[in-house]
């Protein structure tokens, strides 16, 4: 069964404290898959997660909420970094890393910005010690717990800006490679096309196909590139797994503040979305914005993550304080459904669905929350995704 679109139910609102649930409210949503193996949605009458629906989840050994697992689980981290040239890390981000083996992940993925570059004045010996404070405090703790580790590269790994031809940050893109590429930082994954790993490459976990391409900066990819994800994304080998996901740093439209204009998104994000629509890929996953938003418009799946290092931002509509989150995704292959519950870190509050907006415009589209179909929105919504995206992409949002 191919896993093309959305999701069950968004577990939300609870809190865990040591061993007890103090909270707990979510909404939910049921779909079926026609004879054609496309996705269809279907509203309950009552929407809310009853008590059946929660008591399949647990606790970790350290006493934190587990949901109710899929068949496959991917653990979303994102924007790791400090302040430029930093070797060291918050202690959100450490926390998190010490929470991921207790939620037995298939597979941890990353959003970028690992390390702290994107400075001209760092020096090689300052690049090589962020990459060996991330090789102490992220990879070798993911290594030693057997997790799989799946990544895009971000702006401050290695952007791809380019100046006169040429990289503007070649050092850095030189040193990220052969951090990678050194077979003691293996990220433990089941390599299908390294083609110009580590900034474009394919993976398959379990029944997924994954593809990462380099959107550290926003311009368009070399047509050599676009080529590459075009061939690996129409493959048998992608189009017979259960599901595709693409990662890549850049979001294809704003979702937060300060970060609402040209160069914080990619420059062809209506192009790409069609692209990426065409070969039923599941879900776009980004990071950059520092504001966890999951959405979805046309026929695609959105997933904003939020940061977990220096500098959470908030999201251009409504008044929630920025916070620093990690996800949780859990995917049903026999219903084609897709479970998230993200955390807020250190709290380890989880974050409602509806308390997100229900619509996010932007300077180049708009984001429609990932439990809302076309339908279920007010007139004023479909107004402002209208005055932003085609009448044909909103209304294909389902």
């Known amino acids: 069964m191919s896993l093309t679109r959305r999701r069950l139910f968004q577990l939300s609102g609870g809190v865990w404290g040591g061993m007890a649930l103090t909270a707990m409210m979510g909404s939910c949503r049921t779909h079926q898959v026609t004879a054609h193996g496309e996705m269809s949605t279907a509203s309950p009458a009552n929407p809310t997660v009853t008590p059946a629906a929660t008591s399949q989840a647990s606790l970790t050994q350290d006493g934190v909420f587990n949901p109710p697992r899929g068949d496959v689980r991917i653990a979303i981290i994102s924007d790791l970094n400090e302040a ?4 060291t ?3 959100e981000v450490t926390r998190a890393i010490a929470l991921l083996p207790g939620w037995q992940p298939d597979l941890v993925l990353c959003g970028g910005d690992m390390v702290a570059g994107q400075k001209r004045d760092l020096t090689q010996a300052q690049i090589l010690a962020m990459w060996d404070g991330f090789d102490r405090a992220i990879a070798q703790p993911l290594r030693a717990a057997n997790l799989p580790f799946g990544f895009t590269i971000g702006n401050h790994d290695a952007s791809r ?3 006169n031809g040429r990289y503007s940050f070649q050092q850095e893109r030189d040193l990220a490679a052969a951090y990678w590429n050194d077979p003691q930082h293996n990220p433990g994954l089941n390599f299908i096309d390294r083609y110009r ?5 394919s993976f398959q976990q379990g029944d997924g196909f994954f593809l990462v391409w380099d959107a550290s900066n926003g311009a368009a990819m070399a047509a050599d590139d676009r080529a590459w994800v075009e061939r690996s994304l129409g493959s048998p080998q992608a189009q017979q797994a259960a599901f595709r996901i693409v990662i890549g740093h850049l979001p294809l439209y704003a979702v937060a503040q300060n970060r609402d204009r040209p160069g914080e998104v990619m420059n062809n994000a209506t192009e790409l979305q069609l692209l990426l629509e065409r070969y039923r890929v599941h879900t776009y996953m980004s990071g950059h914005h520092h504001a966890y ?3 979805h418009i046309g026929q695609l799946n959105l997933l904003h993550t939020g940061a977990l290092g220096g500098g959470p931002r908030q999201l251009l509509v409504g008044d929630r304080p920025a916070r620093k ?3 949780l995704v859990d995917m049903a292959l026999t219903s084609a459904s897709t479970t998230y519950t993200t955390f807020e870190i250190p709290t380890l509050r ?3 669905m509806q308390d997100l907006p229900r619509i996010i415009p932007s300077h180049n589209g708009a984001v429609i929350r990932q439990d809302l179909p076309w339908a279920a929105l007010s007139p004023q919504e479909k107004s402002t995704c209208l005055t932003h995206v ?3 992409v909103c209304e294909a949002t389902a």
């Open 84 to 87: 430029y040239g930093s070797t």
């Open 89 to 91: 890390y918050s202690t």
């Open 161 to 163: 800006a380019m100046a």
């Open 197 to 201: 790993f580590p900034f474009y490459y």
């Open 293 to 295: 938003y999951p959405g």
């Open 325 to 327: 989150t990690l996800t």
């Open 350 to 352: 989880v974050v409602a």
């Open 390 to 392: 085609s009448q044909v």
